[in-house]
C-alpha cells in the first residue's frame, strides 16, 4: 500500500523557505550550560567574546530565551536560490529492503557546497560582513564547510582564511580546488603560521592534522589579525540556530502530505545537521504536543555520545578556546587514521548534549564499513551518492526499517542526508575494494585522552 | 524592473514531468539522412542494426514520424524520483553581469549522475532490459555517459561494461570509482579485448585513446558476445528523443511565469542536450508558432559545426560502425592533448546537422579559457560548479547579455546547464592556475582528418 500520492520529492514554493530560524533552548527546560572562561571558571560574558566571535553571531550564541529569530532578508535571498530543499520520499530504497515502514529524506546537498553546511555559512558571512569586518577565519576538516564557506564569502565579497586538516589537503586536492575556485586562501594544518601549529609540529612533525588543531589555529590568527573574527561550521548553538531551517522545511514538507515521523534519525558530528533536523520535532516533544524517538548515529571510531563524559572541555586541541560543557571524547582525542569522512571531532553540540544527557534523544555509534554499506545500498536504490558523514543516518533508518520489517509495523522514518559524496571517492574505493576496516577506540585509549 | 516575483526556482510538480517525448524529426521539413551501410552505400535497415542496437530503440532510431512518443511507466517512474529539474532564474548572474537581459538556466546536474545523460540512460536500460538481453556496453569520455548508465543499469540489475578513454581512466580515478561503485566493470580504452583496441594499441602503444576509439571497442564487444548490445549516449536520433523533456520542461516552467525565450543557448558535443533543450522551440520555429534564435556553443578545440564538414562519416575510430551524415572532423579526429573537459566527439547528432544546414540554428565555438572564465564567474554568482562542457553554454548566454548591456535590450535567454564539474577539479586547477591554454587545431590540420 504504497500510497502513491506522495511524491517521490516534495519541494515547497519558494515562499515557504522560513522566514525566522527556530532557536530550540527557548522550549528547553534545562538549558544548555554556558561557555566557561578557563581562566577564572566563571561563565563567559558576551564581551568576553566579541575579540573571537562577530557580535550579532555572540548575541544568537548566548540567547536561550527568544524562540524565533527574523532571518535578514539578504540571507532569505541567498536561501531562495537553493531551498526549500527537497524531502524526498525514499520508494526505491523501501522497496530494495522490503520494508513496511515509510521512509523520508531532507535532502541538504542540492547545492554546489554539496551539503547543509551552507546554511549556516551565509548566515555568518553575512553578519561578518554587517559588522564591517576585514575578513573571517575558519578550519575544515572533510572539507564541507571551508567550501560552504568559501561560496557564503565570495557572495559578499569578503576575504576568508581556511585551515584545512593536513591529512583532508593532502587526500583531497579537488576539494582544495573548489575551496580556491570560490576565492578563499587554504593553509594546511598545523601551519607555522600560529603559534598553535608550530607548537604542535615542534612536537609531531609529521602530523596529518586534525580538527581541534585546526580550530586552535584558526581562532589565534582571527584574534591577531586587525578586523578578522572566527567563525565555526557546528557544534556552536548559533550553528543549531541556523540550521533549523532544515527541520522547519521538512517539517513542514510532511505536514502538506499528512505525514509526521515516528522516528527522526541524523547522523551527528558536532551536532549541526542533527540539530537543525530535529529542532521543530523536539519543539513538539518539549511542549507535550508530539513525541517522535529522535536517534542519533556517530561514527564508532568517534563515539562521543555513546562513549564520551558529558564535563567541561575545551573546544580545540591547544586549550585557546572556551570551555563547553558538552559529551567529549577530550579534546586532544583523534579518530585512527583509517577513520575516513567527517565527524570526526572530539566533542558534541552543547545544546544536544543536554537533551541527550535529560533522556530526550537516543545515540548509537555505527562501524564505517557498516556506513559505507547503507551507503553503496542507498546510491544504488535513490540515485543519490552520499557523503559518508549523510551515511551513517542511512545505516540508523535503514536499521529502523528493517526492525519494522521483522515487526510488520509500517512506521514513518524520517531522516537527514546531509550532502553528497563527490569528493569522497577515496573511501569509496577502500570499500569497494574490501580494504576498509573498522578500528574502534579501546577503552583504555579513551581514557587517556578523557577531559 | 527584476520582476522579483518570478522566483529564483521553477520547479514544475511531479504530475507535470512529460508523459512523452518529442521527436523534432517529424516537424523537419528536410528530414535527418539515414545511415549508410559502409559496404553497399545503401541505407542500413532495421534489421542490419538489430545485432548492434536494442530493437526498440533502432524503431525510435528510424522513426522520422510520430512526433509523440508515450514514456513507458516504469520509466516515468525513474524520471519522477528526479525530474522535473529545476528551471533556475539567474537573478545573480545578471546582476553581477549588469545587464537587462533575463537569464534562465535549466539545471540537468541535480541528480547523482551529475548530468543529463541520466534523461537516456535509463530509456535505453529499460529498452535493453525488456528485450531480454544478457547486458550491454558503452564508452564513456569525460564520464558523465558511463556514471549516468551505470545508475541506470544497477536500477535495471543490468550488466554494463564500459569503455572509458584511457586518459579519462587515469586523470580521472574518482569518476571510476563512482561508476564502478554503481556497479559497472570498466576497461581503459584502447585494450586489448576487442581487435580494434588491439589494432590501435599496435600502431600507437602509448595512446591516452580517444572517443572515437572507444566507441569500436564497445560495439565490437557487443557484437561479439551473446546477449549483449550496443548504446551511446549522444549523437543518435533517438537519444535527442529521450533529451526532448529538458526542453519539455523548459518552456513548460518558463511559461507558467509567462516567459518565453528570445534565443535558446546549449553547448554542442555530440549533441544530446542540445537537441533535448531546443526541442519544443524548434518545434515552434518549424510550425511558425514562434522564431527564437538558437545557438551551439562548441569548443573551439573541436570545432565540427564551425570548421567541420556536412557529409557521410563514421561514427567511430575504427570504421567499424554504419555512416552517418552529419558535420565532421574526420573519425579520426582528436583535439589536442590540452584539451579540458568534455565535447570531444568528431562528430555531431545528424538531426542537428541538418537544422544548422538548413539555416535553423547558429554555432559559436568557444577558447577553453575563456570558457572556464565564465565557469569561474557563473559559480561565484549562481553558486552552483559547472561542468566544463555546461560551461560552453554560461559562455554563450554570458556574450549574448553582454550584447544586451551594450544595447540596452532586456532579451530573455536560455541557456542549458548539463551537468556538475565536481570531476573536473583538475581543469578548474590548471584554469586558476594560470596553466590552462588554448591550442586550436590548424586549417591543416584538420584537413588531415577531412571525412
Redesign the interface.
Known amino acids: 500500500m504504497s500510497a502513491k500520492n506522495i ?3 516534495i ?1 515547497l ?2 515562499s515557504q523557505v522560513p522566514q525566522q530560524w527556530y532557536n530550540l533552548r527557548a522550549d528547553m527546560r534545562t538549558k544548555p550550560a554556558p561557555f566557561l572562561n578557563p581562566g577564572t571558571g566563571e561563565p563567559m560574558r558576551a564581551e568576553e567574546l566579541y575579540p573571537v566571535f562577530c557580535e550579532e553571531l555572540v548575541r544568537q550564541e548566548m540567547d536561550d530565551d527568544t524562540a524565533f529569530i527574523d532571518i535578514p532578508g539578504e540571507i532569505l535571498d541567498y536561501y ?3 531551498r526549500p530543499a527537497p524531502l ?1 520520499r525514499a ?2 530504497l523501501e522497496k530494495a529492503l522490503g520494508t513496511p515502514a515509510k521512509i523520508y529524506y531532507k535532502f541538504e546537498g ?5 551539503s547543509h553546511k ?1 546554511n549556516s555559512a551565509i548566515a555568518q558571512a553575512y553578519y561578518a560582513k554587517q559588522q564591517g569586518l576585514r575578513g573571517i577565519t575558519t578550519e575544515t576538516g572533510a572539507g564541507q564547510w571551508g567550501t560552504a564557506l568559501a ?1 557564503a564569502c ?2 559578499f565579497d569578503l576575504p576568508l582564511i581556511v585551515y584545512m586538516v593536513k591529512g583532508s589537503f593532502t587526500q583531497k ?2 576539494r582544495r ?2 575551496i ?4 578563499a586562501r587554504i593553509v594546511p594544518s598545523p601551519s607555522d603560521t600560529t603559534d598553535a601549529g608550530r607548537g604542535i609540529l615542534e612536537k609531531m612533525p609529521d602530523t596529518s592534522g586534525s580538527l581541534g588543531c585546526a580550530i586552535s589555529e584558526a581562532v589565534e590568527k582571527a584574534v591577531t589579525t586587525e578586523g578578522y573574527r572566527y567563525v565555526l561550521g557546528s557544534v556552536l548553538n548559533q550553528v543549531l540556530l541556523h540550521q533549523s531551517v532544515i527541520g522547519l522545511e521538512a517539517k513542514a514538507a510532511m505536514e502538506s502530505v499528512d505525514e509526521y515521523p515516528d522516528v527522526v534519525v541524523g547522523c551527528a558530528g558536532g551536532g549541526s545537521n542533527l540539530g537543525g533536523l530535529i529542532a521543530p520535532f523536539m519543539q513538539d516533544k518539549l511542549t507535550g504536543k508530539a513525541n517522535p524517538r529522535v536517534v542519533a548515529v556517530e561514527p564508532a571510531s568517534c563515539p562521543s555520545f555513546t562513549r564520551g563524559r558529558f564535563a567541561y572541555d575545551f573546544c580545540d586541541t591547544a586549550k585557546i578556546t572556551p570551555m563547553a560543557k558538552m559529551y567529549t571524547l577530550g579534546s586532544g582525542f583523534i579518530p585512527r587514521a583509517n577513520h575516513a569522512g567527517g565527524l570526526r571531532y572530539h566533542g558534541m553540540s552543547p545544546i544536544l548534549s543536554q537533551l541527550y544527557h535529560d533522556g530526550l534523544m537516543e545515540a548509537i555509534s555505527c562501524e564505517q564499513t557498516k556506513v559505507f554499506e547503507a551507503a ?1 545500498l542507498f ?2 536504490a ?4 552520499p557523503a559518508p558523514e549523510s551515511a551513517h543516518a542511512i545505516r540508523g533508518a535503514i536499521d529502523e526499517a528493517l526492525l519494522c520489517k521483522e515487526s510488520g509495523e509500517a512506521k514513518t522514518i524520517l531522516f537527514g542526508l546531509t550532502g ?1 559524496g ?2 569522497d ?2 573511501a ?2 577502500q570499500y ?1 575494494s574490501g580494504t576498509m576496516t573498522d578500528e574502534i577506540p579501546t577503552d583504555e585509549e579513551l581514557r587517556a585522552f578523557e577531559a
Do not use: C, D, W
Open positions: 511524491p517521490n520529492r519541494i514554493p519558494e531562495r536560490t537553493y524526498h520508494y526505491q542540492n547545492n554546489t557546497s554539496g551552507l561560496m565570495t557572495h586536492p579537488y580546488s573548489v580556491q575556485t570560490f576565492g553503496a546510491s544504488k535513490e540515485g543519490i551518492l553528497t563527490y569528493f571517492m577515496s569509496y574505493e569497494l
